[in-house]
């Protein structure tokens, strides 16, 4: 497990390496405004991404037979087409509303092609899990290290031509960048589970409907409950605010839940082969004194950076990040430690237990930031009522997440996988 972990690190640090450097030249070249068009995108296809699976990747993981295996990947696959489709009824006649009322000048021609950019997001997920599976982790980590350079080097190529909507674009080139890399060595199984072909195994994924059923609806919770500040606040707020959420995001939260993408699937792999008992427990410990550790460091190491860091960095208009970073970082690092051990639910076979927890989440956003907005005095005072509600909520949220999934990890005494 360790070298498997080891080898995606790699890549995603090598990734996060060409991110951190080209930012210092992107933010240079492209205002806040051109970050909350990025913003938006990302929550899109962010979204459309881990949805467009109908959760089948994380199914993926449990069969021992390889027919058994395709037949999920088969059921994933229909699911991203069905994904980019609803992504365009939606996408399409809403772009100008969305232009408008978030002040994002670019957006109606982002928009045209945000089903294409879900597909190929939602895709690459699934094929991800497949290479885990195999217990392949070069692919991943190649794809990890890759597509950060393909988008950074498109990023960069648009700054002149598109200046507020190039960050947008280049990220676009990363997705198609990802899924080729994880796409290589993997044609003749994604045709055998094409969507126009009968399932492999014929009633595999209908025996897994929970993944489609219960855990897509935690995670469609989730992941609005994830979004929603930039919803809230963005119309709310501005673009300019937005923009410097995203700047934190990309400097603190991105990396972070790269590396905790990365270590998750090892994670399961590595439960699954664990006999119940002392042995899953003994994994769990580990695994959570590894991610407390390093949510640690990356909290004290933001509250230690001074006031102007942002603004040496990036550029003297990015001044005010600093203490934006300062406030998110309690929610970056506990969201971090709850993305890498959250599949450990599936090993305990806890998948509604992650839905009530989806909820609890998207019911804490939306209550801090009402609170946040009716009474900022709570908080601080100040126009930022609302975003300190909202973070208070989210870390109250992901540990009452740990403390749960500790308890079911704990409890859990039933040998037969």
Not at 255 to 269: E, G, K, R, T
Not at 377 to 403: D, P, R, S
């Amino acid at each position: 497990m360790i070298r498997r972990m080891a080898t995606l690190m790699g890549g995603s640090v090598a990734g996060q390496l060409v991110s951190v450097l080209a930012a210092f030249a992107l933010t240079r070249l492209y205002s806040p405004e051109a970050f909350a068009h990025l913003e938006m995108f990302a929550l899109v296809t962010g979204i459309g991404a881990v949805l467009g699976t109908g959760k089948f990747e994380q199914a993926l993981m449990l069969p021992k037979q390889e027919g058994a295996a395709r037949s999920l990947l088969w059921a994933g696959q229909r699911s991203v087409g069905y994904a980019a489709v609803l992504t365009a009824i939606i996408a399409w006649p809403t772009a100008a509303w969305v232009s408008r009322e978030w002040a994002l000048e670019q957006w109606s021609m982002v928009a045209l092609f945000l089903p294409v950019f879900v597909a190929f997001a939602a895709h690459t997920r699934l094929l991800e899990y497949w290479h885990h599976r195999q217990a392949n982790a070069g692919p991943v980590a190649l794809a990890n290290g890759g597509a950060p350079f393909a988008a950074e080097s498109g990023k960069l190529a648009g700054s002149v031509m598109l200046p507020l909507s190039g960050l947008v674009w280049g990220s676009g080139l990363g997705l198609i960048t990802r899924w080729a890399i994880m796409r290589r060595g993997l044609k003749e199984v994604c045709q055998s589970a094409g969507w126009r072909r009968s399932e492999p195994e014929p009633g595999t994924s209908k025996a897994h409907r929970d993944y489609p059923t219960w855990v897509l609806a935690g995670s469609a919770m989730n992941r609005l409950a994830q979004w929603l500040h930039v919803l809230l606040l963005g119309i709310a707020l501005g673009p300019v605010l937005l923009g410097m959420l995203g700047l934190a995001r990309r400097t603190v939260m991105q990396p972070l839940s790269i590396l905790a993408a990365s270590a998750a699937p090892v994670l399961f792999q590595s439960a699954t082969e664990m006999a119940d008992g002392a042995p899953l427990r003994r994994l769990f410990w580990k695994a959570l004194a590894t991610f407390a550790a390093l949510s640690f460091m990356v909290w004290l190491v933001v509250m230690a950076a001074p006031d102007n860091t942002t603004a040496w960095l990036f550029g003297d208009q990015w001044f005010g990040v600093m203490e934006v970073v300062r406030l998110l970082v309690p929610w970056f690092a506990l969201n971090f430690m709850t993305a890498g051990l959250g599949s450990m639910f599936h090993r305990v076979h806890r998948p509604r237990w992650i839905t009530a927890l989806d909820a609890l989440h998207l019911l804490a956003v939306g209550t801090g930031w009402w609170l946040g907005t009716l009474h900022p005095e709570w908080f601080g005072g100040g126009e930022w009522g609302a975003l300190v509600g909202i973070v208070w909520a989210k870390c109250g949220y992901y540990l009452v997440n740990v403390t749960v999934l500790i308890f079911a990890v704990m409890t859990h005494g039933n040998a037969d996988r």
